[in-house]
């Protein structure tokens, strides 16, 4: 295991977290957290973890937070919408 791996995915937990309750990603978010944080608590246990498990949460995890991003609104088309 990589330790450039192992921070990606105490990246991607923290990413996680910060999303907005009302996301309506927020709750596949919580899920891949939770198993993100399990996989690095097996790690620093020194836990053999199969790297073919990370592949797909890491994948997971960017899905995520990508759709997650995209509900963000425009700030631009708000201005032009409300500030005129």
């Not at 990370?54 to 919408?81: G, T, W």
Request: charged share 40%; aromatic share 4%.
């Amino acid at each position: 295991m990589k330790k450039t791996d192992i921070e990606l995915l105490r990246l991607l937990a923290r990413r996680l977290e910060r999303l907005n309750v009302d996301s309506l990603w927020a709750r596949r978010a919580s899920g891949t957290r939770g198993n993100i944080i399990k996989v690095v608590a097996e790690i620093e246990a020194g836990k053999e973890v199969d790297t073919e498990r990370l592949s797909p949460l890491i994948e997971r995890a960017f899905k995520v937070l990508e759709h997650a991003a995209q509900e963000i609104p425009d700030v631009d088309e708000i201005r032009k919408k409300y500030c005129r």
